[in-house]
């Protein structure tokens, strides 16, 4: 597949925001030395703007659905400009001054934290600017790219970030280096940036503003669709481990190997390395033939077997080399999962979706640097063996229940086996699937297994959408049929389309090759006598509509 030269912007923003949060990540532990503090205030540091990037990444990515990606991006980099600025000030105020019982100048810098964060929540709209110049079937190789470049900014900032603290003007000159960063950022999503014209909300931005700073309301409306609210708890516990190693490798580094902010940044340097291998070269071809569940899991093992590798390494060069294999698995769970949502989520609701996989990133991310950084001072590096058990614990139970819930080909209801099904008519055709398996060729009607617990209304609906992308409401109940081969009970029901693109998606769109393939085809009603239509029974019962 050749690379959508559209995505490029998007793909040179990521590379930026990256480069400026990553850039402080081995300056920050000499900072906190600096003014005679201990190790958990480098924990608190962290957690302030991850707290502030929490309330910021629903908010810019709903507010870039209603105004559009290209002014949401240039307010959030005008806040992150002004933090730095902030964060320069702290610079010159001596030490010995003291409120509340901290140095002023940490204080100073604390509010430089926040404010970034409130204001640097604009990885959701540079995610969802990427699905908006993106086909589906192209957005796995984009996320991968995005993870790649991600991989970039977080060899190169560290690195920059460590050198620059060395320079003469300690924490000064890692500052300045990344307003400068800031300012070219600005001048190129002013000058270069170009976002398509899409479906913005007519809702007004103050009603957006409150509902999305309410995060659990906003995943209520999600409550019924089963793969985005489990990608989303998956990316929770991912991500409580991977940030909680993370959040006190930085003091790891310097408590055990003694490496300076220099070394530091080399150490982040060859971890930018295995990234750019992974995401660049072997993280697209594993998603394309895993795809989904699979890949999650795959990753998830790598991430646990990583995290308790490190965490027995004695010597400098084994703790790098063993790294790789979290950073292995990171590389594959995380553009898997954004992967999965953008094809989940409608056009409307791209902004959303991806903005609430930022905020679930955030709550992690919020949680963990001030939980590990003291349980860090406590127990030390012991805490990693900790990491890796939570992920065998929490995640990699919670992918197998996907995936066996998946494999199931019969779902049980009322003790029986039922699929709801639906009949979409339009312009006199009907909405048929068309399947090509195994050198097989037939047609189905859009619908599923019911759940547990679902009623086959709430079943059809859901499954429409899961498959089609489609919107819609109950007509009527045509009827129950049996099918004599699976031997279950079909519930068909006619349906209205409310809203939405036609389109593949879901579980179809991941299992969707060259020896399975689904296609969407619109059929006239007087052609159904010659199409191969399972079962036969719902064949029957479309003739007589």
């Not at 929490?54 to 933090?83: C, E, M, N, Q, Y």
């Not at 990316?235 to 490496?259: I, R």
């Not at 594959?332 to 949502?341: H, Q, R, S, Y």
Request: hydrophobic share 50%; net charge positive; proline share 3%.
């Amino acid at each position: 597949m050749k690379l959508n030269k559209n995505i490029i912007p998007a793909i040179l923003l990521t590379f930026v925001n990256v480069l400026g949060f990553s850039i402080l990540i081995p300056v920050l532990p000499f900072v906190i030395d600096q003014y005679g503090l201990s190790q958990v205030w480098y924990g608190v540091l962290l957690s302030s703007y991850a707290i502030a990037l929490f309330f910021g990444a629903p908010l810019l990515g709903a507010l870039s659905d209603r105004f559009g990606r290209k002014p949401l991006l240039i307010v959030s980099h005008l806040g992150t400009l002004l933090s730095w600025c902030v964060f320069a000030v702290a610079y010159f105020i001596p030490g010995s001054i003291i409120l509340f019982g901290l140095p002023v100048a940490v204080i100073i810098i604390l509010f430089s934290r926040m404010l970034d964060g409130i204001t640097g929540g604009n990885n959701s709209v540079v995610s969802a600017l990427i699905t908006d110049v993106t086909k589906p079937d192209e957005r796995g190789k984009a996320f991968g790219l995005m993870g790649a470049t991600f991989g970039v900014g977080f060899m190169i900032g560290p690195l920059l970030g460590g050198l620059s603290y060395q320079v003469g003007f300690g924490y000064l000159g890692t500052i300045l280096l990344a307003m400068l960063i800031s300012i070219i950022t600005l001048i190129a999503i002013v000058k270069y940036v170009k976002t398509p014209i899409v479906e913005k909300s007519e809702e007004s931005w103050q009603k957006i503003a409150w509902r999305k700073l309410n995060i659990f309301k906003t995943l209520s409306r999600y409550r019924n669709r089963v793969v985005v609210r489990s990608t989303l708890a998956i990316k929770l516990f991912v991500v409580l481990a991977f940030s909680g190693f993370t959040s006190v490798v930085s003091l790891h580094l310097m408590d055990y190997f003694y490496l300076s902010a220099g070394g530091v940044g080399m150490f982040m340097f060859a971890i930018g390395i295995y990234s750019i291998l992974n995401q660049g070269f072997l993280v697209p071809r594993i998603i394309k033939k895993l795809k989904g569940p699979k890949a999650l899991l795959l990753g998830s093992v790598f991430l646990a077997v990583g995290l308790l590798a490190v965490s027995l390494a004695p010597h400098l060069w084994l703790f790098v080399a063993l790294a790789y294999l979290f950073s292995f698995g990171v590389s594959i769970i995380f553009p898997t999962i954004k992967t999965i949502l953008s094809l989940e989520a409608s056009d409307r609701e791209q902004g959303e979706v991806l903005g609430l996989d930022e905020s679930i990133q955030s709550i992690a991310q919020a949680v963990m640097p001030f939980v590990s950084a003291t349980l860090y001072v406590v127990f030390g590096k012991v805490i990693f063996i900790g990491f890796s058990l939570f992920v065998v614990v929490t995640v990699i139970p919670f992918i197998v229940m996907i995936l066996l819930r998946r494999n199931k080909k019969l779902s049980k209801y009322n003790n029986e086996k039922v699929r709801a099904t639906a009949v979409i008519i339009k312009n006199n055709k009907v909405l048929l699937i068309h399947r090509f398996r195994d050198g097989n060729e037939y047609f189905v009607l859009p619908g599923g297994s019911v759940e547990n617990k679902e009623s086959t209304e709430v079943a059809v609906v859901r499954e429409v959408k899961e498959e089609t992308n489609l919107e819609v409401k109950i007509n009527k109940k045509i009827g129950d049929y049996f099918d004599e081969f699976e031997k279950r009970k079909h519930c068909l029901y006619k349906v209205t389309v409310l809203a939405g693109e036609l389109r593949l998606s879901g579980p179809e769109l991941l299992r969707d090759n060259d020896k399975n393939k689904y296609v969407l085809e619109w059929c006239g009603l007087e052609h159904l006598n010659d199409l191969l239509i399972y079962p036969k029974s719902v064949k029957e019962a479309l003739k007589n509509l």
